[in-house]
């Protein structure tokens, strides 16, 4: 059974960095576009990032932009998140998810509802 695992979660100070991973297993996800997404204490899952299934083709959450970078290792099934310039806010579970397949290389959402396959999530706590 296909299945997505996150990790590279931890405490960190603001301002600092971490890099998240998602492997995949079980399956190919070699034409899915894959997403972050974040949910923090009392609030909605909400979009990060999401990169197509070609990499050529990346979208961030404006909270995030220019501090977060998607990409991903298509030979190793491995989806990375960059984070960097961390902030308090930026505090939640992150979680990885996959979506589709798709015929485009470039075609990606940032709908919750678009993505099928989803990971544990791992959290990330930025202390101010």
């Known amino acids: 059974q296909a299945q997505l695992v996150e990790s590279g979660g931890g405490l960190v100070q603001t301002g600092g960095s971490l890099r998240l991973s998602c492997a995949a297993s079980?399956?190919?996800?070699?034409?899915?576009?894959m997403g972050w997404f974040r949910q923090a204490p009392g609030k909605e899952r909400e979009f990060v990032a999401a990169?197509?299934?070609?990499?050529?083709?990346?979208y961030y959450a404006d909270s995030v932009k220019g501090r977060f970078t998607i990409s991903r290792e298509i030979a190793k099934n491995t989806v990375y998140l960059q984070m960097n310039s961390l902030k308090y806010e930026d505090t939640a579970v992150y979680y990885c998810?996959?979506?589709?397949?798709?015929?485009?290389?470039?075609?990606?959402?940032?709908?919750?509802?678009?993505?099928?396959?989803w990971g544990q999530g791992t959290q990330v706590t930025v202390s101010s």
């Open positions: 998810a996959a979506d589709g397949p798709y015929g485009s290389r470039n075609s990606i959402s940032d709908r919750i509802d678009s993505y099928d396959y």
């Open positions: 079980g399956g190919t996800f070699s034409r899915f576009a």
């Open positions: 990169i197509s299934w070609s990499g050529g083709n990346t």
